[in-house]
């Protein structure tokens, strides 16, 4: 059975703190991603990573950062929270066409 | 680019009512095609997948989509809704495309 799991299924911070989102897979797959869903935008890729210690910018990369330093371990970093940033965070890894998603991260920046 | 559209950010329909939620895709070669479904507070799981092994696919939950490459359409339908059926629908292009559509919310009124 696939599975993708994220440290927290809640999480609230206040401005200006430094935030670490974890995913992990036990699918062996070389990519991973992670996205940010928001009312009304769908889902917007923030990084992805295609291999241990590579990684690419998505479509909204500012006031992120990520690491990849295991196969199975994909972290995304918020260097400094933002209210802006308030949001479901959703991490996914793929086999060749399918995506697997967590259940998401739900995080409030007071 | 692959892209996909989705027309309607919110779709209401009556239980028992015919489900139709519309994506359309942008591509000059036939695609890898995607609906998933996203339950309230969970992360999004796949409901069917077209890899032009046959034009109608069927998925969980008795729902379809038939690929109409003179369309580029992969429409999802249920003939039937349950109110069980409420959920976010997100449809995708697949392969190493990022893109996913912007989603579509089914309220199934009692």
């Known amino acids: 059975d696939v599975k993708v799991t994220q440290s927290s299924r809640y999480l609230v911070k206040r401005t200006g703190e430094k935030v670490f989102l974890e995913c992990v897979q036990d699918?062996?797959?070389?990519?991973m991603f992670w996205y940010r869903q928001d009312p009304g935008l769908g889902l917007r890729l923030i990084y992805f990573?295609?291999?241990?210690?590579?990684?690419e910018k998505g479509d909204i990369p500012e006031g992120y950062s990520v690491s990849r330093e295991k196969k199975e371990r994909f972290s995304l970093i918020l260097e400094s929270a933002s209210t802006n940033q308030t949001s479901m965070y959703l991490c996914?890894?793929?086999?060749?066409?399918?995506?697997?998603f967590g259940p998401g991260t739900r995080l409030t920046v007071l | 680019a692959q892209s996909v559209t989705q027309l309607g950010s919110h779709v209401s329909v009556s239980e028992g009512a015919l489900v139709l939620l519309r994506c359309n895709y942008s591509?000059?070669?036939?695609?890898?095609l995607f609906w998933y479904v996203q339950y309230p507070n969970q992360g999004l799981q796949l409901l069917l997948k077209?890899?032009?092994?046959?034009?109608l696919v069927k998925g969980i939950n008795g729902f379809e989509a038939e690929f109409k490459k003179s369309e580029t359409s992969f429409h999802l339908t249920k003939p039937s809704a349950h109110m069980s059926d409420a959920a976010e629908y997100f449809c995708w292009t697949g392969a190493n495309n990022l893109f996913f559509g912007t989603g579509t919310r089914l309220t199934v009124i009692p």
């Open positions: 591509s000059s070669v036939p695609p890898y």
């Open positions: 699918m062996d797959h070389e990519n």
């Open positions: 996914a890894s793929s086999s060749i066409n399918e995506q697997f």
């Open positions: 990573s295609y291999d241990v210690k590579m990684k």
């Open positions: 077209y890899t032009s092994a046959a034009t």
